[in-house]
């Protein structure tokens, strides 16, 4: 071995040492994946009378996600649901969840959830901290995220999240069926969110 080939070596190490210091940091903006209403919904289940379990309904919900759809960058969730479309099967029963005894749409017409920050669970998988608003009360929750999957629609790229959390009503003044009349329906509320949208930019993963 000569001497000149040590001094070569060590040059095309510390030139690619250099290179990649030196190599940008690839920035990829987030796609705004606006909710097509007709595939957006929010599941909710109470216990009626310590009984059977009782699954209604947010039909139509509203809002965008923002996301680069990297597998471990945390999106951003706007949604809004209208009380209005709050859907049991009973046209009695949804207009009694629209009175004051429950959501009290003619005081407060939405619930609304803004995420503030999330922490990678795995790939396309988050746990997604925000601000829930509900029957004029805000309070932060934490909420277990998936993306579902990406697809071509018509219109263009489609994005699909499924989310679930449970909430307290009373923690938002929703008591009725709480305390008077005591037990009529349970306080603990589980929520399963699917989203669907058309997406604006970003790049697929």
Do not use: Y
């Not at 040590?6 to 690839?26: C, D």
């Not at 929010?42 to 009782?54: K, M």
């Not at 009380?83 to 009290?104: R, V």
């Not at 071509?152 to 003044?173: H, Q, W, Y």
Request: with cysteine.
């Amino acid at each position: 071995m000569t001497l000149a080939q040590p001094r070569i070596r060590f040059a095309v190490l510390l030139a690619a040492s250099l290179g990649i210091a030196a190599a940008p940091e690839v920035k990829v903006d987030p796609a705004t994946i606006t909710l097509d209403p007709v595939h957006s919904v929010a599941l909710f289940r109470i216990q009626h009378l310590e009984a059977g379990l009782f699954w209604g309904r947010f039909k139509a919900l509203e809002g965008t996600v923002k996301w680069t759809m990297e597998p471990t960058a945390a999106p951003v969730f706007d949604i809004t649901a209208k009380i209005s479309n709050a859907d049991t099967g009973s046209e009695k029963l949804d207009g009694n969840l629209q009175g004051p005894n429950f959501f009290n749409a003619k005081e407060f017409p939405t619930i609304t959830f803004k995420s503030t920050g999330a922490t990678a669970a795995g790939d396309r998988h988050w746990m997604v901290k925000g601000d829930l608003t509900l029957h004029g009360v805000t309070k932060p929750v934490e909420v277990d995220c998936v993306a579902t999957g990406i697809g071509n629609g018509p219109a263009g790229m489609k994005v699909g999240f499924e989310c679930n959390l449970t909430i307290k009503r009373s923690d938002f003044g929703m008591k009725w069926g709480v305390e008077k009349p005591a037990k009529a329906l349970g306080d603990e509320v589980k929520l399963i969110i699917a989203l669907e949208g058309d997406a604006v930019g970003g790049k697929p993963q």
